[in-house]
């Protein structure tokens, strides 16, 4: 995206932004197919004989730019060593083609690590974490595996089941933008019992939203187990969050975002430790037979949320109305002034043309007045002439 809309970026420009922003982890282009090309009507996925030849052209350039960038990290002009490189593993929702491209990937030696986009593939979460099964299985276990798309907690435990290492953080801010606050935790009994909601009126033991009403005149903090900055020492409450909720102030998605962000830090912590222990497959299924699964998002806000923005709407445009008001005066004033501009430099131009038409008729005048006097001296001439010579 820029100033003058979207546009396509080229490998060379890629080249200029990671060198400027020097991340520590770049990822490779990848020609990823939309999930609307790869379903049906119906809604069923689109079988392995349709569109096989637009997946195999995609695997095959998504390779392509994997290399040039491959050469260009060794080359003289080097991305810097130490930058890890990421490729995509793509091939759409036909099993031979993922299998291909995990391993022709694998094959490259210097990448560091594979990304495996599933917000782009068809089909139902059991359709989509068998392809990402299919790609992972042909990938390297020794090398890092970031998977896209798999967000709320028990799908990321499925897909850590299935060999992922690591996701995207998009679930916290989901909550956040939501008025919500985390409250699911990993382990034993006694650490999900710790950290639940005892003071929650609602069945949803995963969060609670502080946009309900029941949370107005809550002075506990969001979770009493919690030792993020919003919760630790009790400094902020689930009223004061409301508040500032319906108040339309930043500070309550700074102290939101703050809260999940911790406790999904913490619920990876609890997992990798648990991994460790081996004690992972019991703890994930006490997991999902605690907090059950995520309701689906549907994109409709609650109905105090709805009604703050509808207030902000209306002050915006009344705010509008009055600029608009002293933006249309200025420009009628200003059009007026080039009004009376215009009709003055037109008097000008009449007075001026006036004066020339008066020299013109002037300067004719004494034209034909000397013509007329060379006329008549010339005739005076003749007859003078005339006259002599009829003298004998």
Partial sequence: MTQQGVRQLTLEEYFKIVRAYEPDIMATFADSISDLDQVQPSGQLVGPGHGLKR???????????????????????????????FA?????????????????????????????????????????????????DHLPAAKPRLVYGMQTPEDVLKSIALGADLFDTSYPFQLTEDGKASLFSFGTPSTIHNNSNT??????????????????????????ACECYACKGGRHTRAYINHLLKAHEMLATVLLMSHNMYQYSKFFAN?????????????????????????????????????VEAAL????????????????????????????????LRE???????????????HRQEMRSEKNLQELSSQQQQEGQEKRDEKP
Avoid at 203 to 209: D, F, L, Q, S
Avoid at 288 to 303: L, M, N, S
Avoid at 348 to 360: Q, V, Y
Wanted: charged residues 35%; negative net charge.
């Fill in 55 to 85: 997946v195999r052209k995609s695997v095959d350039r998504s390779l392509k730019w994997l290399d040039m960038i491959l050469r260009e990290r060794q080359g003289f002009d080097a991305l810097a060593e130490d930058r890890a490189v």
């Fill in 313 to 344: 709407a209306r002050r915006n445009r009344l705010d509008g109305d009055s600029d608009d008001d002293a933006a249309s005066a200025a420009a009628k004033r200003a059009a007026e002034e080039k009004k009376i501009e215009k009709e003055k």
């Fill in 88 to 136: 995509h593993v793509v091939g759409a929702q036909i099993e031979q083609e993922r299998i291909r491209c995990a391993q022709e990937t694998s094959m490259r030696q210097d990448v560091d690590g594979f990304v495996i986009d599933t917000l782009t593939l068809p089909g139902t979460k059991e359709e989509v974490l068998n392809l990402l099964k299919v790609s992972i």
């Fill in 271 to 307: 997992v990798r430790q648990s991994i460790q222990d081996g004690t992972f497959e019991q703890y994930a299924a006490s997991f999902v037979e605690t907090f059950g699964t995520e309701p689906e998002r549907t994109g409709e806000i609650h109905a105090a949320q709805a009604a």
């Fill in 199 to 224: 003071d929650n009126t609602s069945t949803n033991k995963r969060w609670i939203n502080l946009w309900d009403e029941e949370h107005a005149d809550k002075f506990v903090p969001l979770s009493e």
């Fill in 348 to 362: 000008a131009r009449r007075a001026k043309n006036k004066e020339e038409g008066l020299k013109k008729r002037i």
